[in-house]
């Protein structure tokens, strides 16, 4: 997961992320692909739950934190609100597009609000 905090994670990565990880603990646990058990079967004999993209998410908090509160040109480059025009061809997804769809559209301002402030940000 290394340099996890600058992914931006859509549907279907975040599935393949997490059937990885489930690969991964089956490999751990000596579950052979050939038994009929389910993925739920498997955490709950391993006592564990699927955290692997919780863990990223809260990377990612904890990254645009930092970048938020640093220089101007940062902050431009992490919203996406710089001049200049965007090349051709389908548009890559940014970071804010990724926390839009974590968090919602709405909170996406009050999120940015929150960020400025250190204490606020790490009490939620």
Same mark, same amino acid.
């Given at each position: 997961?290394?340099?996890?905090?600058?992914?931006?994670?859509?549907?279907?990565?975040?599935?393949?992320?997490?059937?990885?990880?489930?690969?991964?603990?089956?490999?751990?646990?000596?579950?052979?692909?050939?038994?009929?058990?389910?993925?739920?079967?498997?955490?709950?004999?391993?006592?564990?739950?699927?955290?692997?993209?919780? !863990?990223? /998410?809260? $990377?990612?908090?904890?990254?645009? =934190?930092?970048?938020?509160?640093? &220089?101007?040109? *940062?902050?431009?480059? %992490?919203?996406?609100?710089?001049?200049?025009?965007?090349? !051709?061809? /389908?548009? $890559?997804?940014?970071?804010?597009? =990724?926390?839009?769809?974590?968090? &919602?559209?709405? *909170?996406?301002?009050? %999120?940015?609000?929150?960020?400025?402030?250190?204490?606020?940000?790490?009490?939620?």
């Amino acid at each position: 997961m290394y340099g996890c905090e600058a992914w931006t994670i859509s549907k279907q990565i975040q599935n393949k992320l997490e059937a990885t990880g489930m690969w991964f603990l089956r490999r751990m646990l000596q579950v052979p692909w050939t038994t009929k058990k389910t993925n739920e079967r498997v955490l709950n004999e391993a006592n564990k739950r699927r955290s692997l993209v919780r !863990t990223i /998410r809260k $990377r990612q908090a904890t990254f645009l =934190g930092q970048v938020m509160r640093r &220089g101007k040109l *940062k902050h431009l480059v %992490t919203t996406g609100k710089f001049e200049g025009k965007r090349s !051709t061809g /389908r548009q $890559r997804e940014k970071i804010m597009d =990724g926390l839009a769809t974590w968090l &919602g559209p709405g *909170k996406v301002s009050d %999120t940015l609000a929150t960020v400025k402030d250190r204490d606020l940000w790490w009490g939620t």
